[in-house]
């Protein structure tokens, strides 16, 4: 994506006001007899854009769907802006998430894609018709398509429908972004591209995001705060320059040396 100009004037209409700084404690999950999770307990700022780093198997994407609702620990809390979460649905966690297939609804234009998850909102939530046009339209800018609202998802390059994902995750107003791999099925220079994209718009929301990747480079040059993990637990947390420098273990080292 090219760097953001004209809709700067968007960006404080996006910001979310309350704090949304996410603690993990202690949290531990178990599918069978598998351990997903150890206990592993982590502090996210509000705001922050957070990598979750790791081999296949770490338990990155376990870790996400627990924040997200989507699956519920064996033991632990989360808490998000200081009030535990635990216990939450999915609808009231008000997470939006982005995953690798685009999960776009075919039969549904760009615009309605985005739309979606207001208008599926019960009567006396939902958006009036002219606000849901504006706000798509202003999300539409906010990924640099703003002409495409007409299109089907089959008219698009992968990289575009991941954009217009990322829009509709974005329409319900999350208190989070949660991506898992968000550019892993796409090629090296739309990934890159999509990279500084999902910075900008991380930049101009405020959003607090985690997302999932098992590309050290693109965690390294994307996140405010690299998690690694190996076997269901948290090797290392700190900034890309910090792990580089100094990694905590001897995991770390080798697998940031790879
Ligand atoms: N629904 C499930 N049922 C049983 N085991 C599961 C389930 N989900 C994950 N696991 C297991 O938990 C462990 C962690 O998986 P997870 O998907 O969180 O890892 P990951 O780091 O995201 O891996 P990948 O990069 O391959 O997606 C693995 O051993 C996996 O097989």
Do not use: W
Not at 57 to 81: A, D
Not at 89 to 115: K, W
Not at 185 to 200: P, S
Not at 210 to 224: G, Y
């Amino acid at each position: 994506m090219a760097p953001c100009g004209t809709a700067g004037g968007h960006a404080t209409s996006l910001r979310k006001d309350r704090p949304m700084n996410i603690e993990i404690e202690e949290l531990a999950k178990e599918f069978g007899t598998t351990r997903a999770l150890h206990p592993v307990s982590l502090s996210i700022p509000s705001g922050a854009l957070v990598a979750l780093l790791g081999p296949s198997g770490s338990g990155k994407t376990t870790l996400l769907r627990v924040l997200g609702g989507l699956e519920f620990p064996t033991s632990g809390r989360v808490l998000f802006g200081g009030l535990d979460a635990t216990g939450l649905s999915v609808q009231d966690r008000r997470a939006g998430f982005v995953f690798q297939s685009y999960a776009l609804f075919r039969h549904m234009t760009v615009f309605e894609n985005i739309a979606y998850g207001l208008r599926a909102r019960p009567r006396r939530e939902r958006p009036a018709e002219a606000e849901i046009v504006r706000r798509v339209n202003r999300l539409l800018e906010l990924i640099q398509l703003p002409e495409i609202g007409g299109r089907y998802p089959n008219q698009l390059s992968g990289g575009q429908r991941q954009r217009v994902a990322l829009a509709r995750a974005l329409a319900i107003e999350p208190r989070m972004l949660l991506l898992d791999e968000p550019f892993g099925a796409l090629d090296a220079k739309v990934r890159k591209e999509l990279r500084q994209g999902l910075r900008e718009i991380h930049d101009r929301t405020g959003l607090t995001t985690v997302f999932v990747t098992h590309d050290q480079e693109e965690a390294m040059e994307l996140a405010d705060l690299v998690v690694i993990m190996s076997m269901g637990r948290i090797e290392q947390v700190g900034k890309p320059t910090e792990i580089r420098a100094r990694p905590a273990t001897d995991f770390v080292r080798d697998f940031t040396a790879a």
